[in-house]
């Protein structure tokens, strides 16, 4: 069971993590944080969050660590090694990594959390830049029930829709689905903007009367508005969105599924990246249709 005075520990305070981050502060949590670039959490500092200087030192200061970094790189970094979490944290603490990342690696994680007395979850988030400030992300967690509900009051702070999928790797997988899901939907709520355009219709009217019914989706409700005003700022960048459909379309592929949409959404997102829009929002993806 967590302590009441539980210490959290965040790793990574980018776009997600840092209003994840103040979200728990809020609620009354002790932080510690770490992440690359000090000047990413000036603003939880201000807040009342403690700065550790390192993975090692934030991992042995906390009962509870959760990581949300970039990559699948990033993550085996802050947990493997002899500066990882890993090899510092006490036995008994929780790991918990919201990172969406390899279903393979939530699973290694696990079990070599497991052989040092750790409690390890996957639990990586779907709801963007909106869901993470609102603290009402979708999370979607694999691991062992027990420690499900030991930390579920700390999910509680983050999101509404909190379920536990499975097992070690559940969560991960949970989540490449949520982004095919997603890949092709953006695809067809810029066609759809375009083609408004193209038929001479106001496209705002048009998403008022479509964003209600069977097309309703989050991308069509709250991507397509900023699409329309041109704002283009990451809720969630177009190099992680590319990052998270290749490891949907590794992990398809070696189930023996082809994914073709999955596919021509990948293909069109690197293009996009390609003409210098990797760190904007995925609603920029309209532009390729506006060519």
Known sequence: ???????????????????????????????????????????????????????????????????????????????????????????????????????????????????????????????????????????MTGGEQNVFDDIFPIFDVLGENIILQGEAGAGQHTKLANQIAIATNMIGVCEAIVYAKKAGLNPSRVLDSISTGAAGSFSLSKLAPRMLKGDYAPGFYVKHFIKDMAIALESAKDMGFSAPGLKLSLELYRELAEKGEEDSGTQALIKLFEE
């Open 1 to 139: 069971m967590l302590p009441t005075n539980v210490k959290i520990g965040m790793i990574g305070t980018g776009v997600m993590g840092k209003s994840m981050a103040q979200n728990l502060l809020d609620a009354g949590y002790s932080i510690h944080v770490y992440t690359r670039t000090k000047q990413k959490a000036a603003e939880l500092l201000e807040n009342g969050a403690a700065w550790k200087d390192s993975v090692a030192e934030l991992a042995q200061a906390s009962d509870l660590v959760i990581t949300m970094v970039g990559y699948p790189s990033d993550v085996e970094r802050v947990y493997f090694g002899s500066g990882g979490i890993l090899e510092n944290a006490r036995a008994g603490t929780y790991v918990i990594d919201m990172t969406t990342s390899k279903p393979a690696l939530a699973t290694e994680i696990y079990n070599r959390a497991s052989e040092r007395g750790l409690h390890a979850m996957d639990a990586p988030v779907s709801g963007g830049d909106v869901g993470a400030k609102n603290g009402t992300l979708a999370i």
